[in-house]
T-cell receptor, first 110, second 115 residues
């Protein structure tokens, strides 16, 4: 069965610092992978997705993610974090239905 | 871009009453809609998958008689929480997709509080 693990429940970074949020997945075939962001009390916004092709995908708001099949990972990165990036981030895998990881809460220090 | 509207955004109801949440795709026809439930500080848990004109497919552990889902048209799905109890208090989020190869669009969620 498909599953997604986000090992970090909460991460704090300083504004301007780089960011990497971890995501590991379990799926029998080549997965469709997603990263979503959720602001408090809001729905989800798609940051980026991987279906096939180039393993480094670019998303909105300066985010990127790299699909590494050998590590079953799809980590999200941003070179310089802004205070407005503080939110909850969800990694998801789709194999018939969309399954979300537990989420990582990002706090940004001024 | 495609928009999914969810209504109401928040609702407070008394224990024992029923509450209906609507999910509408505003500028596309959604063949499939999904309903998720999210507890505070937790992930989204898929409750059911709703296809237009057919019965919803519920995930294991979700009571279909308690969470009634209707997908009567290609732009509207409803979730009715029947005989609500305080433990049903949660954040409910819908999403909609036009077809298998299209992106998934989320509503802004409904905060349900049962007193």
């Amino acid at each position: 069965a498909q599953s997604v693990t986000q090992p970090d429940i909460h991460i704090t970074v300083s504004e301007g610092a780089s960011l990497e949020l971890r995501c590991n997945y379990s799926y029998g075939a080549t997965p469709y992978l997603f990263w979503y962001v959720q602001s408090p009390g809001q729905g989800l916004q798609l940051l980026l997705k991987y279906f096939s092709g180039d393993t480094l995908v670019q998303g909105i708001k300066g985010f990127e993610a790299e699909f590494k099949r050998s590590q079953s990972s799809f980590n999200l990165r941003k070179p310089s974090v802004h205070w407005s990036d503080a939110a909850e981030y969800f990694c998801a895998v789709e194999g018939g239905k969309l399954i979300f990881g537990q989420g990582t809460e990002l706090s940004v220090k001024p | 871009g495609a928009v999914v509207s969810q209504h109401p955004s928040w609702v407070i109801c008394k224990s024992g009453t029923s509450v209906k949440i609507e999910c509408r795709s505003l500028d596309f026809q959604a063949t499939t809609m999904f309903w998720y439930r999210q507890f505070p500080k937790q992930s989204l848990m898929l409750m059911a998958t709703s296809n237009e004109g057919s019965k919803a497919t519920y995930e294991q552990g979700v009571e279909k008689d308690k969470f009634l889902i209707n997908h009567a048209s290609l732009t509207l799905s409803t979730l009715t929480v029947t005989s609500a109890h305080p433990e049903d208090s949660s954040f409910y989020i819908c999403s909609a997709i036009r077809d298998r190869d299209s992106p998934l669009h989320f509503g802004n969620g409904t905060r349900l509080t049962v007193t």
